[in-house]
Nanobody, 127 residues
Framework: QVQLVESGGGLVQAGGSLRLSCAAS????????MGWFRQAPGKEREFVSA????????YYADRVKGRFTISRDIAKNTVFLQMNSLNSDDTAVYFC????????????????????WGQGTQVTVSS
């Protein structure tokens, strides 16, 4: 069983920055990709960003492209999300997720790619 623990959320003013972290732990597990999703009150959980673990290929939702940067520390099984130029639309609970293997029927932007999820961390941007 894989455990994912997010950290780094909080309250920030519009235009500010936050850096989220997500550490994966547990017994031997494989990692094809890790992703970040977010869910605002009353809305569906949406894709934010993802990174493939071996190749380091990165993917971003259009809404965050140019403002957010995803990265990983392979030795620590940790993924990061650097969020800059935050605005009120970024307010949400942010979840990290792990895809142990590649599923050919979906892409890394799809929730169904991921088997394990963290508990979420709240990001609130005040205007």
């Amino acid at each position: 069983q894989v455990q994912l623990v997010e950290s780094g959320g909080g309250l920030v003013q519009a235009g500010g920055s936050l850096r989220l972290s997500c550490a994966a732990s547990g017994r031997a597990f494989s990692m094809y990709a890790m992703g970040w999703f977010r869910q605002a009150p009353g809305k569906e959980r949406e894709f934010v960003s993802a990174i493939t673990w071996t190749g380091g290929n990165t993917y971003y939702a259009d809404r965050v492209k140019g403002r957010f940067t995803i990265s990983r520390d392979i030795a620590k099984n940790t993924v990061f999300l650097q969020m800059n130029s935050l605005n009120s639309d970024d307010t949400a609970v942010y979840f990290c997720a792990l895809a142990p293997v590649r599923k050919m029927s979906v892409t890394v932007t799809n929730r169904r790619m991921y088997d394990s999820w963290g508990q979420g961390t709240q990001v609130t941007v005040s205007s």
